[in-house]
């Protein structure tokens, strides 16, 4: 249910997700590009919409982009074992493969699975995140059913800015980085590159859980370590007054053991690599008429050993350029682009298809009049595999009175099938096996906002209701149970309250949210998806010393479709502290489930106990 009790709010308050800020001085208000395509102040978009600057990341200390992912308002998260492991993030309760993953623009995710591979994603070389909570086809196309979270890498600024990182903790873990970023007149460059290692612990929970068919279990009790290494960079110019070139690129490789379920011991690990190369031109080509010109290549890697049998490899390559026009009008701004992206599949296994094309043209309108806020988006997919598809957006925001703001909003979104849905080759009628004749996966979302803003306070409350249509499901006949056809439906509700208090050298944020994500026909809950969540944060920045402390948990949830599997609630207390030893050099330190409490995010997974981290950094001011 939507409708919450004057008691239940209050109660809501003393516990809510928000970035962590400092606003001890003053600040340019953030800016937004995710909700609308142009920027924006994140205040005026008339979305939800998170923005994690690098500051951000830095103070909070989280180990990783799901961790830091995990404390936002209406995202869920779940990791099948310790770090590296295969996550899903699940916003607002749709399924993981319906969230769009952006890297500095471009469509960076696996073609097979669906699902954008977050964990290969490291903190180090990360500038900004923007999160945009709701369906975003009308913007972005196919995967944005549930949001889109877009990651922009680090760039230039006037001047010479290098920065050093290392740092030991729990399982020992080493990470460490170095960043030389700088610029000259128009120029900028920035080059980042990092490692980290860690033995781990062993990532199976139940012995019993994971035997196998013989009565044996593979639990072996070995640690599960992770590695990865970062190479990122970007380079720009400025020419004419307001025109501009540059490139950019990122480089990860990651590996991930883990225990296999069977009855032979075997060390398996899944190798990970992501890569990402992009180009823009912008040019001013009026006055009022901005045109930005993309081309980019994103590729997402994982080579499998299982077993002592050979690998499995999956490896997708999404080829993508677009053209945007940015145009001031005597009324609003338009919005017109036309995008192309042709992804290609290089497995070892063998797919019917293993190519597709997809053609796009976007076109919208943002207004500011007096009191009222308009945007009007629509867009239209040309797919190769099974042809067009259009979808829209229209959102309105109305000032009340400077204090008070309120929105409203009506979007449609699609998904595409991913490959293996449509191609996975049939072993048995009965074993999961794809098919060609699916049809793209369907939303339709109506969300309402309302904010109050009055002197160092700020509330928000968000609520939507999104229905999705067509989910791709196995086939409920007995005897072609593995194949895959449109057939679920399921209707996702909620409610999002945060609230923000800054008093001097002081930041309280709480807050928490409320989720109704259910199979429409069974009346089952959809599976990991929390009904509850929220957190409650406290944070104080001095000359010397900042430090934070944190509370978040979960309530109870189900890991199966069924909901007969159980997993219980979770609540986890942090905190971290930063020493300025001298002018450039800071001293950081982090402590994690400080009560070592006991929970699962996927059932059979161990989840990390009490642990800490310290770490130096050198950074000149």
Known sequence: ????????????????????????????????VTASRQGQRAEDALASVEVIERVDIERAGAASLIDVLRTLPGVRVTANGGRGSNANVYIRGAEARHTLLLVDGLRVGSATS?????????????????????????????????????????????????????????????????????????LRYSLSAGKERTDGYDSKRDPAYWAGSGGRSSWWGDRDGFRSDLLSGSLSLGFRERDEAGVSFTRTDARNEYDASGLTYFNSW???????????????????WTSTLRL???????LTQASAALPSRFDTRQDQWGWQHDV?????????????????????????????????????????????????????????QFGGKTTGLLAYGYDLSPAWRVRASLASAFNAPTFNQLYWPMTSPTSYHGNPDLKPEEALNRELGVRWRGGNHVVELSAFDNKVTGLIANNPEPALRGQQINLGEARLRGLELAYTLSAGAFEFMAGADTLSAKDARSGLHLPRRARHAGFVRLLRKGQRVDWGVEFDGAGRRYDDAANSARLHGYALAGAWLHYRVARDWRIEARADNLLDKDYELARGYRTPGRSAFVGVRYAPR
């Open 1 to 32: 249910m939507l409708l919450m009790t004057a008691g239940s709010v209050a109660a809501v308050l003393l516990m809510a997700p928000a970035p962590v800020r400092a606003q001890t001085e003053p600040t340019l208000a953030p800016q937004v």
């Open 114 to 186: 669906g699902a954008p591979t977050l964990e290969t994603i490291p903190l180090d070389m990360i500038e900004r995140i923007e999160i945009l909570r709701g369906p975003a086809s009308a913007l972005y196309g196919s995967e944005a059913i549930g949001g889109v979270i877009q990651v922009f890498t680090r760039k230039g600024e006037t001047g010479f800015h290098p920065e050093l990182f290392v740092g030991y903790g729990s399982e020992d873990t080493f990470k460490g980085s170095a960043t030389l970023s700088g610029g000259t007149g128009r």
């Open 270 to 288: 899944i190798d990970k690599k992501s890569r990402t190369l992009g180009f823009f031109l912008r040019n001013e080509l009026a006055a009022g």
């Open 296 to 302: 980019g290549r994103s590729e997402d890697r994982s």
């Open 328 to 384: 001031d009008l005597p009324l609003g701004r338009l919005l017109l682009a036309y995008e192309s992206v042709t992804s290609k599949l290089d497995s070892s296994n063998q797919y019917r298809r293993n190519s597709r094309r997809v053609d796009s043209v976007v076109a919208g309108w943002t207004a500011r009049l007096g009191a009222h806020d308009v945007q009007i988006n629509a867009r239209h997919d040309d797919n190769s």
